[in-house]
């Protein structure tokens, strides 16, 4: 099995920064493309940024220029930067890896439990 455990979030004024974290552990042969998600309430999860194995990313429109994604393979780590985050930005930040899993050698999408960014005007 697989765990990813996210963490940076929090409390932040309009215009702060956060920094994202997640790792992931358990049985890992390698990790594929990584990315964050964020669900406000009452909305749909929606892609916020992703970034392959390669080092490739890309990003939602309304992020590019604020948020920066960034992996660590060494460490099956991958971080986002926010930067001058806005009202809207509040939501639950989830992260997302396609492992391939070692022993059997199969390719699976797995989530954090989320962390939450809320950003106050």
């Known amino acids: 099995q697989v765990q990813l455990v996210e963490s940076g979030g929090g409390l932040v004024q309009a215009g702060g920064s956060l920094r994202l974290s997640c790792a992931a552990s358990?049985?890992?042969?390698?990790?594929?493309?990584m990315g964050w998600y964020r669900q406000a309430p009452g909305k749909q999860r929606d892609l916020v940024a992703g970034?392959?194995?390669?080092?490739?990313?890309n990003y939602a429109d309304s992020v590019k220029g604020r948020f920066t994604i960034s992996r660590d393979n060494a460490k099956n780590t991958v971080y986002l930067q926010i930067n001058s985050l806005k009202p809207e930005d509040t939501a639950v930040y989830y992260c997302t890896a396609e492992v391939v899993t070692s022993g059997a050698y199969v390719i699976r999408n797995f989530w954090g439990q989320g962390t939450q960014v809320t950003v106050s005007s």
């Open positions: 970034i392959r194995s390669g080092g490739s990313t």
């Open positions: 358990g049985s890992i042969f390698s990790i594929n493309t």
